[in-house]
């Protein structure tokens, strides 16, 4: 994914590894170890549900590409099913990675079917990336309060459902206020915050496996398309009609669009 904007992302997390570079302008983030800025030619990462943020320095317009990673990919990749790893720090300096980003970006526009040098070029990066500035832990999943866990686990398991924070609060033994307290700061998120986010994961995988945006909203649970589009866009920065016609053949996307993407 390449982008250029000046919007500010609310908090979120990803499903996947990313790994980009910043490209022009400067970018500030709140992470997991706190807030920390990158700025053009710097390494960006996040790993598999690290809720972050971004806002452009100064107010400026910035760029970056990003590539995403699926955990299991990784996995295969760097060190086998059983050793999960982490990128350490979310803003690197690192003039290697910064050349294997520029390569790797240059090969996906220039020559897009050439599966085999570009499963090379990743496997570079994702090795180099690792081997340099990852780290191990026992457990990808961060450590949460066995409560909140239990409502974080319902939130991830059936997003599509509609819940009362009251339904929660039971569920995790706290009043609504305490479990409001003490889910924002397990994860930097609120509840709510937290469904809607896996609610437009949930849309993102729906469009990626072709089904229409007005089905993709009702199956994740939005109250109609428009709601689910705010959303998408406010996350991703980008409108759900733009995200599928970039994952489509031209053909294809002819074939798929329909009045509600224009």
């Known amino acids: 994914m390449s982008l250029a904007s000046d919007r500010a992302f609310p908090r979120h997390s990803h499903d996947q590894y990313g790994i980009g570079l910043i490209a022009a302008g400067g970018q500030r983030s709140w992470s997991g170890i706190g807030q920390v800025d990158a700025v053009a030619g710097d390494i960006i990462t996040v790993n598999p549900g690290e809720v972050h943020d ?13 590539l995403y990673f699926d955990p299991v990919l990784v996995r295969q990749y760097i060190d086998g099913p059983d050793a999960p790893i982490e990128m350490a720090r979310p803003a690197l300096n690192d003039p290697l990675l910064l050349g294997l980003m520029r390569q790797l970006f240059h090969r996906l526009a220039a020559a897009p079917g050439n599966n085999l040098d570009l499963e090379e070029r990743c496997c570079q990066l994702l090795g180099a990336a690792f081997s340099r500035h990852g780290s191990r832990r026992l457990d990808l999943t961060p450590c949460f309060p066995g409560n909140i866990a239990r409502v974080r686990q319902r939130l991830d398991d059936a997003p599509q459902q509609a819940v009362t924070l009251g339904e929660l609060a039971d569920m995790a033994g706290l009043s609504r206020y305490q479990l409001l307290r003490s889910f924002s700061r397990a994860l930097g998120i609120t509840p709510h915050a937290y469904l809607l986010q896996r609610r437009v994961l949930m849309v993102r995988h729906l ?10 909203a009702l199956e994740a649970g939005f109250s109609d398309q428009s709601h689910m589009s705010r959303a998408f866009s406010r996350q991703f920065g980008l409108s759900p009609g733009r995200y599928r016609r970039a994952l489509c053949p031209p053909e294809a ?10």
């Not at 971004?54 to 990003?66: D, I, V």
């Not at 996307?253 to 224009?262: G, H, I, M, V, Y």
Request: glycine letters at 10%; hydrophobic letters at 35%; proline letters at 3%.
């Open 54 to 66: 971004g806002a452009p320095l100064r107010g400026t317009r910035r760029a970056w590409h990003m």
């Open 207 to 216: 469009i990626a496996s072709g089904h229409s945006l007005s089905h993709a």
């Open 253 to 262: 996307c002819n074939f798929l669009q329909d009045s509600a993407d224009r």
